[in-house]
């Protein structure tokens, strides 16, 4: 990926990187959880809409 984003702004800007670039990935290393239950007394009630 790295070297991918460095080929794509050397061939956006002619090939001269006049100014410092930074690059930050970011990767979603949690596991997915199962749906919780649609019980009444689990879910939260919505607010009334604001008048103002």
Do not use: C
């Amino acid at each position: 990926m790295v070297q991918w984003v460095h080929s794509a702004l050397l061939r956006d800007t002619g090939g001269r990187l006049t100014d410092d670039v930074a690059l930050m990935v970011l990767r979603n290393d949690r596991t997915r959880v199962a749906a919780q239950s649609a019980e009444p007394g689990l879910r939260r009630s919505r607010r009334e809409p604001s008048n103002r």
